[in-house]
């Protein structure tokens, strides 16, 4: 099965800051790399992925980098706001239908 | 209007009580699943349906029993409920079962507190 294992667990960061979250896995098969944003007390929603023809992807001020030949990816959040603050997971995809949750990271904005 | 919904929002109940949370997906969505998150925050896959058949069952105790009457809809009934099954379970839905396709959507969540 699929190990991952998301670091660091928390991060603390000055508003206007950027953030990098990375997540590491270990079935070289996975081929599609997306991470959700769950903010308290709500529901995990995906907020950017990425597949395993390419390297990098950006969306406004998130983007997700990939290494395949080093089975990792990461979370990329610059300008960094309150709003963002909120538990961020990854979940490489095992097969074709699981997806495997990383164990998170608490991201919190200090204004 | 909620794309994936689950009721109830909120359960407490007894050890050894038999209970069921229910989803309902309005999105037209072939493929459920059922989450657990504990205290930790960890979240894992229980269970998927694909279609009403079941396509991915972990090493969940046999107490869960999941059922799916129509593509829109899947059902997790528990039996004899233990201290441990205490988490937010989270529904939630995609077009199909690839999910390198397939966006998958969840519900807002149950919270069971077993006392």
């Known amino acids: 099965g699929e190990n991952v294992e998301q670091h660091p667990s928390t991060l603390s960061v000055q508003e206007g800051d950027s953030a990098v979250i990375k997540c590491t896995y270990s079935?070289?098969?996975?081929?599609?790399f997306p991470w959700y944003k769950q903010e308290l007390g709500k529901r995990p929603q995906l907020i950017i992925d990425?597949?395993?023809?390419?390297g990098e992807k950006k969306d406004q001020r998130i983007a997700v980098t990939l290494n395949k030949t080093a089975k990792h990816f990461s979370l990329h959040i610059t300008e960094t706001q309150p709003e963002d603050s909120a538990v961020y997971f990854c979940?490489?995809?095992?097969?074709?239908?699981?997806?495997?949750f990383g164990q998170g990271t608490r991201l919190t904005i200090n204004p | 209007d909620t794309a994936v919904s689950q009721t109830p929002k909120y359960l407490v109940t007894q050890m050894g009580n038999d209970k069921s949370i229910k989803c309902e997906q309005n999105?037209?969505?072939?493929?459920m699943y059922w989450y657990k998150q504990d205290s930790k925050k960890f979240l894992k896959i229980m269970f998927s349906?694909?279609?009403?058949?079941?396509?991915i069952n972990e090493t969940v105790p046999n107490r869960f029993s999941p059922k799916s009457p129509d593509k829109a809809h899947l059902n997790l009934h528990i039996n004899s409920l233990e201290l441990g099954d205490s988490a937010v379970y989270f529904c939630?839905?995609?077009?199909?079962?690839?999910?390198?396709?397939?966006?998958?959507?969840f519900g807002a969540g149950t919270r069971l507190s077993v006392l």
């Open positions: 079935d070289s098969a996975s081929n599609y």
């Open positions: 979940a490489p995809l095992q097969g074709a239908q699981k997806l495997v």
């Open positions: 349906y694909n279609n009403k058949e079941l396509i």
């Open positions: 939630a839905s995609s077009q199909g079962v690839s999910l390198a396709k397939n966006i998958q959507y």
């Open positions: 999105l037209g969505h072939d493929t």
């Open positions: 990425i597949r395993s023809n390419v």
